[in-house]
């Protein structure tokens, strides 16, 4: 009987172009991923193979959405498991979690294993407040299973955490989540842009909408998750207005779709008042 806070890995739907800016974690993902899989003899004839990311870095920065889309590019299964899930009160159960995490990655491989908030399954062994040893155990199960790969394995396992110095170095070591990649909010105009242009890639503009005037207007350290929220915003007030100006008894506005709805400035103008930023100066310092 498989644990129900384990899911059933399958392929995700996310694209390259959900993702703005990130190019360069983008490139190095593939790098680690793609290659050993299309070119699987010249990588494991030197036995040396890469088997885990990390990656790091503020919250709604895209970590999640940059695992998803390797996986969609990849055509690789995607487990996805949030550390504090798998942590069970009972004796032993944790570690038996993990066990039957890497049990369903074996099973549906090619896999990739995604450890969302890595940090509290896998903290610094021996830290204060772990009675009875139960965290310990569970970092040394994680360790083990990650061991047990073989470069011949086609699972891979990309961590996510917003306090990488809270993780196990042990857990850092070559040949475990050995490649560190630092995911941060877009902060120059050109990255910004790309952010907003992949979010609002289904939008109908209106035509005072020039994307580049909205970014200028968009406040400064917002994360992509922040971006999400202003478009989604713009979205609702668009809908708002053309609800209101359609819906007089002339037109049936039930036989219109979101096709027919137009986005403008306004609708952009509208959805930033709401909008805060919620990368702190201190969360870029901490970085
Ligand atoms: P957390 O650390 O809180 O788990 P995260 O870094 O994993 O966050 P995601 O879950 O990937 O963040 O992002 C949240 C949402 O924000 C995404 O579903 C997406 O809509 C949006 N988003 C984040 N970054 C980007 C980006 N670079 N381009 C487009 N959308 C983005």
């Known amino acids: 009987q498989y644990n129900k806070n384990i899911n ?71 487990l996805s498991v949030k550390g504090p899930e798998l942590l069970n009160m009972y004796i032993g159960q944790s ?80 040949g475990r989540f050995d490649k560190l990649l630092y995911v941060g909010p877009s902060m120059d105009f050109n990255s910004r842009l790309s952010v907003l242009k992949a979010l609002t890639r289904k939008f109908k503009f209106a035509k005072d909408v020039k994307l580049e005037n909205i970014i200028s207007i968009c406040p400064e350290n917002i994360s992509g998750a922040d971006f999400y929220g202003i478009c989604a915003n713009a979205w609702t007030h668009a809908i708002g207005r053309f609800i209101e100006r359609n819906n007089n008894g002339v037109i049936d506005i039930k036989n219109m779709t979101g096709k027919d709805v137009e986005v403008g400035y306004e609708d952009f103008k509208s959805a930033l008042k709401s909008v805060q930023p919620s990368v702190s100066l201190k969360d870029l310092l901490y970085f």
């Open 95 to 174: 570690e038996e979690n993990i066990r039957e995490v890497f049990e369903r990655a074996r099973s549906a491989a090619p896999c990739i294993i995604f450890f969302d908030e890595l940090d509290s399954l896998a903290p610094n062994r021996g830290a204060a407040g772990d009675s009875g040893g139960v965290m310990d155990r569970v970092v040394s199960q994680l360790l083990a299973e990650m061991d047990g790969l073989n470069e011949k394995a086609t699972i891979f396992m990309i961590g996510a955490t917003n306090r990488p110095d809270l993780i196990d170095p042990a857990l850092l070591r070559p």
């Open 8 to 78: 059933t890995p399958t392929v995700p739907k996310v694209q390259w172009e959900d993702i703005g800016g990130l190019s360069e974690v983008k490139r190095e993902i593939i790098e680690t991923i793609n290659f050993p899989l299309k070119f699987p003899d010249i990588f494991s004839s030197s036995g040396l193979r890469r088997f885990g990311i990390l990656l790091f870095g503020p919250p709604g920065t895209g970590k999640t959405l940059l695992a998803k889309a390797v996986a969609t590019e990849c055509n690789l299964c995607f």
